[in-house]
């Protein structure tokens, strides 16, 4: 996918797809610039900028995960076993924090760790899915939910991360700065989800154009 490809696409009402293993500066202009020329197309540019901050957010944690269960599998670490888990991830967190991630791309390709990027789009709203081929385990979901609630009752990025910032890994915290980051724009909380079934994870944002749009949920 190039942007042209892009372009022709949105000309042609079609949806635009960016499968890739690693999170690099030109998937994420691709994704830019989707997002952007999307909602140009629909005189929606004004909610440009937070849309790609909610997206840039769910790429970052897709692509972390598939990372984190490419980093358990080589390393023999069971994701499933608390006591492993922990260990894994302590270990994890000293990879991103020593900027060492790269040297798992690789491994990302080797055990087909996938992303996918779907834009949906026409004049009623827009549709954007994350998917990626890792599902979120209990631990980790309990934590995203529970960020989640408590992000519904902040409208200040820097507050909710002062007062709710822990030493856990980073995924429940991204994804309730992007809720955070929806209200600023009004945009409902409840156009965002996030899912995980059959060995796969699917986050979602709506982002409706005028009354007529009706959510996934809805339909």
Known sequence: MDKETIQKYLDENREIQII???NDDAINQLIRYSVDEALKKYNKSEFSHAVYGCIKELVINATKANLKRAFFQKNNYDINNMGQY????????GLLDNRDAYKYFADLRNA???????????????????????EIIEIEETRIRMKLKKAM?????????????????????????????????????????????NGMTVTRIEVPFDSKYKSVREK
């Open 153 to 197: 009752h902040y409208t200040d990025i820097a507050l909710f991360y002062q007062s709710e910032t822990d030493n856990s890994e980073g995924a429940g915290m991204g994804i309730a700065l992007l809720v955070i980051l929806m209200q600023s724009v009004g945009l409902d909380p409840s156009l965002f989800r996030i899912g995980s079934k």
């Open 86 to 93: 922990v260990m894994g991830l302590t270990k994890f967190k």
């Open 112 to 134: 087909d760790l996938w992303v996918m990027f779907t834009l949906f789009h026409n004049s009623e709203g827009l549709r954007i899915e994350i998917v990626n081929n890792t």
């Open 20 to 22: 890739f293993y690693e």
